[in-house]
C-alpha cells in the first residue's frame, strides 16, 4: 500500500484552501538531508538517516532507492529524534517508500531514520526523492538518478548527482480526491512557477512563484482555486516553468 500520510497531515492543516507554512519559514537556508555512515551491530548493518535542523518540520516524505537483489531490508525505525511522530513505510520494488508526520513539530538535529539490513556488504541506498511539510521546506540532498549499465548486462548503477535537466513527475495518487503530491527536480537554483490550470487554458491555482535549490521538491495541491473554492471533478494540467524551460502534465481530480 503507498503511502500519503504527508499529503493527508498537510491537508488537515489547510485553512482556507491554502496550506498553511509554520510561522518562520522560508524559502531561504535549505535544510540537509543525508544518508549516514552504516554501522554494524551483531549480525545486522544500521544505515541512518540525518538531517541537520528538524524545527518546524511536521511531515517528511522520502523515497530511497536500492538494489533489491543485492540484500533485503529487515526494518526501518524511528530514533528518538523523532518521539511523538507517526511513521509508515513500504517497499516497491527497488524503492523504500517513507512516510513520517505529527501533529506538533519537531526539533533538534541528527539521525532520525535507521534502516535495518541483515548482514552481508554495507548497503548501497540513494535519495530519489526528500520532502519536508509538502514542499514548504526548502530541502538539498544529493538525488540519485538511476543509470542502465553498458552493454547486454541489465544491471542498474546509481549516481548521486542533481538532476541534469528539469523534471516534473506525475503526480501521486492520480487519480485523487481530496490532495495530491507534485514532485519536480531542479539542476540548479532558479526561480520556479507551479500552476494548475482547466482544459480551457485557465488558471486556477499559483502553488509555488519563487526562488527554489537545485534537487528534488514536493507541493502539494488540495483541489482548490486561488480563492480557496473546491475545483469540480475533471481534468487538469500543471505546469512547471523556470527562466529557461516549461514543463507539463496531466492530473485527474474525482469528487
Known sequence: MKSVWAAILL??????????APAGIGQDGARQVRIGEA?????????PLEIDDLSKVVAIDLNLVFDSAAFAIAEVRKTDLLAGFFAIHNVVGDTLKIAIASA????????????VVEGGEVPEFGLALVSLNGGLIPVAYEMAEEEEAPGDSTAVG?????????????NFPNPFNAATIISFGLPERTHVRLAIFNVA????????????SAGGHEVVWDGRDDDGAPAASGAFFYQLQTES???????LLLR
Request: glycine share 12%; hydrophobic share 45%; proline share 2%.
Open 11 to 20: 491537508a488537515l492543516l489547510t485553512i482556507g484552501g491554502t496550506v498553511a
Open 245 to 251: 524551460s516549461i514543463r507539463v502534465r496531466r492530473m
Open 39 to 47: 554501522r554494524g551491530e551483531n549480525d545486522q548493518i544500521i544505515v
Open 158 to 170: 546509481m549516481i548521486f548527482a542533481l538532476p541534469a535537466a528539469l523534471r516534473l513527475e506525475q
Open 201 to 212: 487554458g485557465q488558471r486556477l491555482r499559483l502553488l509555488v512563484d519563487g526562488e527554489r
Open 104 to 115: 506538533q513539530e519537531g526539533k533538534g538535529s541528527g539521525a532520525f531514520i535507521e534502516i
